[in-house]
């Protein structure tokens, strides 16, 4: 199975917040995901530069 995840799954690896042991779980259970380029906006490019990720858009 392909797992779609949003902005707000993506975040919840990054950013702790009540549900994100749970989101890593769920998305760690597929090693397929897939999101819509709509999906890397401001916000997670915020977090990225912050946490010091590379985000790379093709």
Do not use: I, N
């Amino acid at each position: 199975m392909t797992l779609y995840v949003d902005t707000s799954a993506l975040l919840k690896l990054y950013v702790e917040e009540a549900e994100s042991s749970a989101c890593e779980a769920y998305l760690g259970s597929d090693d397929d995901w897939v999101t819509g380029r709509h999906t890397f906006d401001l916000r997670l490019g915020e977090v990225a530069t912050r946490s010091g990720l590379t985000v790379v858009v093709p």
